[in-house]
């Protein structure tokens, strides 16, 4: 009788892998430097799937839903460092709407900030105020936006990287 392995974390499984592969190379592209420094570039889809889920830098995607709408883009990905800082497990974080992660009153200057990354490709030194899932308001400074292209160039969505924050 053989054991059947268990199934893989979400943020591991093969749609996770092709995620984390195209953040990887949509930042390189956009900022010139590799998202996670000491990773190799043929590095396989899984390991960087591993690398990025547990680095110390918060990192969040959502899908390519225009930012003025209602609900508005939807997350699609967030590392251990931001479900640890949103307080949200991975099935509660992701596919929520990503403006939830700001607090009504912050909402339009995130928006605002989005629609500024997406003309732009990509912008840094990015500052807000997000909310977790308690309620705690916390700073975050110094954040880098990008878009996310697929394999044929097309937008499909845009992430957020930061490792400066406080709480407030």
Same mark, same amino acid.
Request: proline share 8%; glycine share 8%.
């Given at each position: 009788?053989? %054991? ?11 749609? %996770? ?9 949509? $930042? ?8 996670? @420094?000491?990773?190799? %570039? !043929? ?7 591993? *690398?990025?889920? #547990? ?7 959502? !899908? &390519? #839903? !225009?930012?003025?709408? !209602?609900? &508005?883009?939807?997350?699609? $990905?967030?590392?251990?460092? @931001? ?8 099935? *509660? ?12 009153? *912050?909402?339009?200057?995130?928006? =605002? ?5 997406? #003309?732009?490709?990509?912008? #840094? &030194? $990015?500052?807000?105020?997000?909310? /977790?899932?308690? &309620? ?13 292209? /697929? ?6 969505? =845009? ?10």
């Amino acid at each position: 009788m053989t %054991a059947e392995l268990p199934s893989p974390p979400p943020w591991l499984t093969p749609a %996770a892998q092709g995620l984390a592969l195209c953040l990887l190379s949509n $930042y390189q592209r956009a900022f010139g430097t590799p998202l996670i @420094a000491g990773l190799a %570039a !043929d590095a396989s889809p899984l390991l960087v799937a591993q *690398e990025l889920f #547990a680095a110390e830098l918060v990192l969040l995607a959502h !899908d &390519g #839903a !225009d930012p003025s709408s !209602d609900p &508005g883009p939807r997350l699609i $990905y967030a590392n251990r460092a @931001a479900l640890r800082l949103w307080q949200r497990p991975w099935a *509660e974080m992701v596919g929520m709407p990503s403006r939830l992660t700001a607090e009504p009153a *912050e909402r339009a200057s995130r928006r =605002q900030a989005l629609v500024a990354a997406q #003309a732009k490709e990509a912008i #840094a &030194g $990015y500052r807000g105020i997000r909310i /977790d899932s308690r &309620g705690r308001r916390f700073a975050i400074e110094a954040a880098r936006l990008w878009t996310l292209r /697929d394999g044929s160039g097309q937008p499909c969505g =845009q992430a957020a990287r930061f490792s400066r924050w406080w709480l407030l």
